[in-house]
């Protein structure tokens, strides 16, 4: 025996038990201008008494689904987190909601999940992963307004907020050399190039230069592994096993530090690591990692800010870069004599 569903309440269901008009609903529903603060309160205890739920579809044919997409290319990166939490306070006291679409499992380009948010409609979207093909990322912004992370490049079509990649990683060398390091390797991901204008290309190139700068371009090595702690701890491990001359290490990114942490501590060899980012777990005693600090939060409140600006009529493309902070801690002492 079937059980039949109750029906959904509809908008003409709202109107009704709020006394108003259909017309005055679909105002309520999309912010409009003019609608008065008793009329809102009214249409708000109707939609609640009624438990009613505009359909998404509906409300992108009026223009608006009051939804915005961010992508974000690893979960476990705790730095995204960050962003997310800022994002996600930045539009507290907004009609709008935030949808979070993980990219593909083992890609970091992040294409199919920007489309994926662009098909479900969102009024705008913040992509994290750099990499996106610059020919979909301007497909893409053609369609809905886009704010890039990470881009060191520019583009009339979309916003950008990013670090200072430069000067972070400038800070983390100069730190390390500073130390007395002249064996410095840096730990990054398989596909960064030096010459790319994303994250980890700007840090490898910054590295590069340092070494070359300091006289020890010759002592220059690139240690690449896969997305993760894991992975990097394993790479770190069989270098250190081999008997690497190594005595410090620059990861592009604390979940990599972590793993060079952890690999150093197991083979009870001293290795000074800096790492890039600072997510919380930096700051724990028991780590202490020495790392560059980017402002998470602020960057992906103004990711959001930019979307509204978009939503209010601004045409002309913002690009902002955000100021960051080597935090010196622990993990990164002096080379042994």
Do not use: C
Request: proline share 5%; net charge negative.
């Amino acid at each position: 025996m079937s059980v039949e569903r109750p029906r959904a309440a509809t908008i003409e269901d709202v109107a009704q038990v709020a006394g108003v008009s259909r017309a005055a609903v679909s105002k309520v529903l999309r912010d409009a201008y003019g609608v008065s603060d008793a009329m809102r309160e009214r249409v708000t205890a109707a939609m609640t008494q009624l438990n009613y739920r505009p359909r998404i579809a509906a409300r992108a044919m009026r223009g608006r689904t009051y939804t915005l997409g961010i992508e974000l290319p690893d979960l476990a990166n705790h730095f995204f987190a960050r962003i997310a939490r800022g994002a996600t306070g930045a539009l507290e006291g907004t009609p709008y909601q935030l949808i979070i679409a993980p990219a593909e499992a083992g890609s970091r380009e992040g294409l199919r999940a920007l489309e994926a948010l662009v098909d479900r409609q969102v009024d705008g979207v913040i992509a994290v992963s750099p990499r996106v093909d610059e020919a979909g990322l301007e497909r893409i912004s053609a369609s809905v307004p886009v704010v890039m992370f990470g881009r060191h490049d520019t583009s009339d079509r979309y916003d950008v907020v990013a670090g200072d990649d430069a000067s972070g990683a400038k800070a983390a060398m100069r730190h390390l050399l500073g130390l007395g390091h002249r064996h410095i390797a840096h730990l990054t991901l398989q596909e960064s190039g030096a010459h790319e204008p994303f994250p980890h290309g700007v840090r490898l190139h910054q590295y590069e230069e340092a070494m070359a700068a300091a006289g020890l371009g010759g002592n220059a090595v690139v240690w690449r592994t896969d997305e993760g702690e894991n992975p990097s701890y394993g790479v770190v491990r069989r270098m250190l096993e081999a008997g690497t001359p190594v005595t410090a290490v620059f990861a592009a990114h604390d979940e990599l530090a972590f793993g060079a942490m952890r690999a150093a501590a197991e083979a009870g060899v001293p290795l000074a690591v800096v790492g890039y980012d600072d997510v919380p777990m930096a700051s724990h005693p028991a780590l202490g990692l020495t790392t560059v600090h980017q402002p998470g939060e602020a960057m992906g409140a103004r990711a959001v800010q930019m979307l509204l600006e978009r939503f209010a009529g601004r045409t002309e493309p913002a690009r902002e870069i955000f100021e960051v902070e080597l935090k010196v801690r622990t993990s990164a002492g002096a080379p042994p004599e």
